[in-house]
């Protein structure tokens, strides 16, 4: 807010005062721009599944549903049409939650044991695109003041991502601890990020390729989720990407801000 204060003198020598506020709602115009942008984009992203739903259903009671094979095809698609929904909900709830979060008092994570678990959740879909998820600990980390719960989502999600943009390939999950930092990197040889999107993985919704990530389960919130939480514990993450090579995601933890 500027104050910017004014002296008249009228004819008669009388003085006027006036006080004169200038605020700038540019910033507030931004924010209420990208809420409104927010509930236009979840609008979207729930209507997609749900078109399909009903799309699907219809043409099972128009008929389809006397067709055996048919009807197990459509149900299969609905099947995963709803997953996705429920999924999307799950992540615009965990989203809103984070984001409205004060950092509270938690005990200390075993990084070891959420990686593990994180690793076991995704084997099945890693071992379905022939991909092979290593763990590499050189140091054994604990994490001081960190929700478990926080973590293993910002692992499921890193790792799942991993999974979802690799095929026939490898995924090392390293942990490293100096005097000053403690770091969690997960590097891919998947299809890699190209370099100009690299500054908007992270943003709600923003997706290289919209079909892989559809079609491999994506909701496109999985990075701003693991964003907030970073923010949270005041962890920075770096991203590296070669296309076609693969990608790296690093998680830097402070030692001074445990
Ligand atoms: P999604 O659910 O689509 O994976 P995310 O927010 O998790 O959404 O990621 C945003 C986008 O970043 C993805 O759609 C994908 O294009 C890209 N991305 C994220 N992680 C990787 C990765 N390990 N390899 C390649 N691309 C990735």
Redesign the pocket.
């Known amino acids: 807010i500027v104050y910017i204060t004014m002296v008249a003198v009228g004819r008669s020598g009388k003085v006027y005062e006036y006080l004169l506020l200038i605020k700038d709602v540019t910033q507030l115009r931004g924010l209420e721009e990208m809420k409104y942008q927010f509930v236009s984009n979840v609008s979207h992203e729930l209507k997609t599944p749900l078109t399909s739903i009903q799309g699907f259903v219809e043409t099972l009671q128009a008929g389809a549903i006397e067709n055996k094979e048919v009807a197990y095809r459509f149900l299969n698609i609905i099947d995963i049409e709803t997953k996705r929904l429920y999924r999307l909900i799950q992540?615009i709830l965990l989203l809103s939650e984070i984001e409205n979060m004060d950092k509270q008092e938690y005990g200390d994570v075993k990084v070891a044991s959420v990686i593990e678990n994180c690793m076991s959740l995704l084997q099945e879909q890693a071992d379905k695109k022939s991909v092979k998820i290593v763990f590499n600990e050189e140091q054994s980390l604990v994490i001081k003041n960190m929700s478990e719960d926080h973590l293993t989502q910002m692992m499921m999600?890193?790792l799942?991502?991993?999974v979802?943009?690799?095929d026939n390939g490898a995924i090392i999950i390293t942990t490293q601890e100096n005097s000053k930092q403690q770091i969690i990197t997960?590097r891919?040889s998947?299809?890699?990020?190209p370099e100009e999107?690299i500054p908007?993985?992270?943003?709600?919704?923003?997706?290289?390729?919209?079909g892989?990530?559809?079609q491999?389960?994506?909701?496109?919130?999985?990075?701003?989720?693991?964003k907030h939480i970073a923010k949270l514990y005041e962890i920075k993450i770096e991203v590296s990407?070669e296309l076609g090579e693969?990608?790296c995601?690093r998680l830097i933890l402070n030692k001074e801000n445990e």
Not at 200 to 210: A, M
Not at 216 to 226: A, H, N, P, Q, R
């Open positions: 992540d999600n890193l799942g991502n991993a979802r943009y690799t997960i891919d998947g299809i890699g990020i999107s908007h993985i992270f943003e709600r919704f923003y997706r290289v390729d919209k892989r990530s559809r491999s389960g994506g909701t496109g919130l999985g990075l701003s989720i693991v990407s693969g990608t995601f």
